[in-house]
């Protein structure tokens, strides 16, 4: 059920066409009327995350035109169907994952809203909820790790990179971080690394500390620039998680590369490992529990979401640690 009046029109962000910066448009459109299944939030975070940018450069294809971009959010709920799905209710506090968050209001899948917890604030909560969760899954189902591994984790001082280190720390696996500056590298290291190093040792590195052995995974979020090296330094029967395009998209792979170590190569996206709402509310449980046991939740900058261009260029500048979020 609607909870108040709604205005008409609001502030969004869009594109009308691919390319740079220039083309995110800064407009009015309408508010929009929730579908079947659906709940009205209005905005007060929302996050920016890399496939921004490869939807806005054309990376990965807008389905169509004008593409509003952002895939989640945090706010008050607004509305909700009748009769209200998975306890939620008018005027909770809740976080989201959706398409179309660069705007005041977002029309979401109940499914894919929750409830936050008094514990969580809504900014924390929209800068943990997509890269937190990603981290999550990365090192529960496209690579278990355990205590005592050796991993390799690419861009550690950014946002899933961060939260990477952190989680792996808490379960006894020794991480070789890679960043590009000194300042990262130290991040890195208080995020709980064991080491920290440029991308031009990481071969060095893993040799040293693994006797000669190779790491038994890494997750890259780098892409082109470091997967082949990924798989030189990978381990006897490791994997290689590739899980974004920071520095352009990997090139198509020989699957006869793998066989040298009996390697496994797995390109994972977060929303495949959350389609059923059990899935959703098991993560996002462990999720607040890490929160309250004071994992770090770095925020780059808040950026007004009239400056979305901004925060664009900031995050392909890799000129940032931490999450980016926009306030409308």
Request: hydrophobic fraction near 40%.
């Amino acid at each position: 059920m609607a909870s108040q009046s709604m205005p008409k029109t609001m502030k969004g962000v869009q594109i009308s066409k691919n390319g740079g910066v220039d083309v995110l448009e800064y407009t009015d459109m309408p508010v929009p009327t929730p579908k079947d299944g659906e709940v009205l939030i209005k905005n007060e975070f929302i996050g920016v995350n890399y496939i921004d940018t490869y939807f806005r450069t054309g990376l990965y294809p807008a389905p169509s035109f004008p593409y509003l971009l952002g895939r989640e959010g945090s706010g008050t709920l607004l509305s909700t169907p009748s009769p209200a799905p998975y306890n939620l209710e008018t005027g909770q506090r809740v976080v989201y994952m959706h398409t179309g968050a660069y705007a005041e209001y977002a029309a979401v899948p109940a499914k894919q809203v929750i409830s936050l917890p008094s514990s969580v604030d809504n900014k924390t909560a929209c800068a943990a909820i997509l890269q937190g969760l990603t981290a999550l899954t990365l090192i529960d189902e496209a690579h278990k790790a355990v205590k005592g591994d050796w991993v390799l984790v690419h861009a550690a001082a950014g946002g899933v990179g961060g939260w990477l280190v952190q989680l792996l720390k808490a379960r006894g696996v020794h991480t070789i971080a890679t960043a590009s500056t000194a300042e990262k590298r130290k991040l890195a290291m208080e995020y709980g690394a064991e080491v920290a190093v440029g991308y031009e040792e990481v071969e060095d590195t893993v040799k040293e500390k693994t006797g000669g052995k190779g790491v038994i995974a890494v997750f890259d979020g780098v892409g082109k620039s470091t997967f082949d090296q990924d798989l030189r330094v990978i381990a006897r029967k490791g994997t290689v998680a590739s899980f974004g395009n920071a520095s352009g998209a990997v090139e198509p792979l020989r699957i006869a590369r793998l066989s040298e170590k009996n390697a496994k190569v797995v390109r994972p996206t977060l929303f495949n490992y959350l389609v059923e709402r059990e899935e959703w509310d098991g993560y996002c449980k462990e999720l607040w529990e890490l929160l309250g046991k004071g994992v770090k939740v770095g925020v780059h900058e808040v950026y007004p979401l009239g400056e979305a261009a901004r925060a664009h260029e900031d995050i392909e500048g890799r000129k940032t640690t931490g999450k980016l979020l926009l306030k409308p």
